[in-house]
């Protein structure tokens, strides 16, 4: 049987850009979810996303395994962005729709490689 822990490496490894929230994209049921959905979704609309709400197991392990205790957390190629304030913060200093371009243009390569 998959560990929780193994799932979220497993969530993370095969998704670029993913998004644990609280809710989902449509109708997040936080206002920094609803946030960092819109401040990610001004830079694309391909990510992927788990609600932590109606999955309690990753809700409780992933603060430990990030060593992040709040939701939302963005995780661009592997790696923890960061919450609401430094995803915004990273998008008004124009940081983040390179970062996410890039991620964007080297996944869409390797998928049209494979």
Known sequence: ???TIE???QQIADNPIILYMKGSPKLPSCGFSAYVV???SACTED???VDVLINPDIRAELPKFASWPTFPQL???????GGC???????QRGELQPLIQEILVKY????SNA
């Not at 995780?75 to 962005?81: K, S």
């Not at 869409?108 to 998928?111: E, R």
């Open 108 to 111: 869409d390569s390797q998928s």
């Open 38 to 40: 819109q401040t990610l």
């Open 47 to 49: 990510f992927f996303y």
């Open 1 to 3: 049987m998959t560990t």
């Open 85 to 91: 304030d430094i995803v915004v913060e990273m998008y």
């Open 7 to 9: 799932k979220i490496k």
């Open 75 to 81: 995780w661009v190629d592997g790696e923890l962005i």
